[in-house]
């Protein structure tokens, strides 16, 4: 039913994955599929913005994201697991629904946030947009 599983991951918040995962391990496991992990990185790049960061952070940015990516892979994904890593950049949920379409992944699987810590309350409506604006299958695990 499933090939390819999408994992939206924040690396700064243990609850944007921490529940999500083992839910996205075991589809993997039962379908046979492929678990594409989507770190999201703010568009630094962004004219009011940019100005206040040297020329080559964007790219120094990315790289230590990447680096902390692969290590969480390390970690938390165990080895009979095929596994790909992608980064991308803007407003979370826009991001999450662009690596899905590029990716052609067949299901999204993303934590819900409570809403008892000020960061749940700003991360809480990306959920909320890409279940909303998704054209392919979300799962919201609580």
């Known amino acids: 039913m499933y090939q390819k599983i999408l994992l939206p991951v924040d690396l ?5 994955w921490k529940k999500a995962l083992p839910t996205a391990l075991t ?3 039962s ?3 492929s678990l594409h992990v989507v770190t999201v990185m703010p568009d630094f790049r962004m004219p009011m ?3 206040y960061f040297p020329k080559d952070f964007t790219e120094k ?4 994201l990447s680096e902390a ?3 969480f892979i390390l970690d938390q994904v165990p080895e009979d697991i095929e596994v790909h890593r992608t980064i991308v950049e803007g407003s979370p949920w826009e991001a999450i629904i662009k690596a899905a379409k590029q990716l052609e992944v067949d299901l999204i699987v993303m934590a819900s946030h409570n809403k008892r810590k000020f960061v749940d309350y700003v991360l809480g409506p990306n959920a909320e947009h890409v279940v909303h604006h998704s054209k ?4 919201i695990v609580r």
């Open 12 to 16: 700064n918040e243990e609850g944007s």
């Open 69 to 71: 990516q692969k290590q």
């Open 61 to 64: 940015a990315h790289q230590s």
């Open 49 to 51: 913005v940019g100005a």
């Open 31 to 33: 379908f046979g599929a």
């Open 27 to 29: 589809l993997c496991r």
């Open 136 to 139: 392919i299958s979300v799962m």
